[in-house]
Each structure stands twice: as C-alpha cells, then as structure tokens.
C-alpha cells in the first residue's frame, strides 16, 4: 500500500509565500509523475503544476512564473514553492503520484491541505 503526506499548508496574506512537500511512503519500486492538484469552494480540482521523474515540470498558466514544483526521487518526496500569492489561489491543494510497485501501477492521491491567501 502507497500514501502520500501532504503538509505546509496555512494562512497566507497576499503576496506571501508557501511552499507545501508530500512524502510517499510504503512499497514503492518508482514514482513517475508526481503533480499538485488544486480545487477552490465551489470549483473542479485542476492541475497546477507536474514533474516528470527526469525532472520536467509543466504548469498551470495561472501559476506558472510564481509556483516551482521540485521533487527528490531518492527521498520520494515532492515540494511546490509558492511566491506571489493571490487570493485565488485558495484552495486545498493535493499531491497526486503515478506510482510503480512490484505488483501494479498506483495513481495515489494525498489528503489535501489547505490554502488559504487573504487580501
């Protein structure tokens, strides 16, 4: 069994920074993409930002030039560093892996922690 940990979420004023990890733990072989998922009140969950096991990242045009997605493959971890923050940015923000074990391949979801970027 495959579990990703989210934290680092919280109050924020707008402008202020963040920057939430997700750590994955259990039987893990591999992880190839690992990406942060956002969904406001009211909204569908969307992508925000994705990184490729080789280190390639790909973001939302809402974020892209203020957020930096980064991931350790030996630590199985992830991070989103988020600068320049707005109010719409809120959100609960998820970390989401496409994982490999010796018996299947996974797409495993965190938990998802709060965001929350007051004016």
């Known amino acids: 069994q495959v579990q990703l940990v989210e934290s680092g979420g919280g109050l924020v004023q707008a402008g202020g920074s963040l920057r939430l990890s997700c750590a994955a733990s259990?039987?893990?072989?591999?992880?190839?993409?690992m990406g942060w998922y956002r969904q406001a009140p009211g909204k569908q969950r969307e992508l925000v930002a994705v990184?490729?096991?080789?280190?390639?990242?790909r973001y939302a045009d809402s974020v892209r030039g203020r957020f930096t997605i980064s991931r350790d493959n030996a630590k199985n971890t992830g991070d989103l560093q988020m600068n320049s923050l707005k109010p719409e940015d809120t959100a609960v923000y998820y970390c989401?892996?496409?994982?490999?074990?010796?018996?299947?391949?996974?797409?495993?979801w965190g938990q998802g922690t709060l965001v929350t970027v007051s004016s």
């Open positions: 989401n892996a496409r994982v490999v074990t010796s018996l299947a391949y996974l797409e495993v």
């Open positions: 990184i490729t096991s080789g280190g390639s990242p």
């Open positions: 259990g039987s893990i072989f591999s992880i190839n993409a």
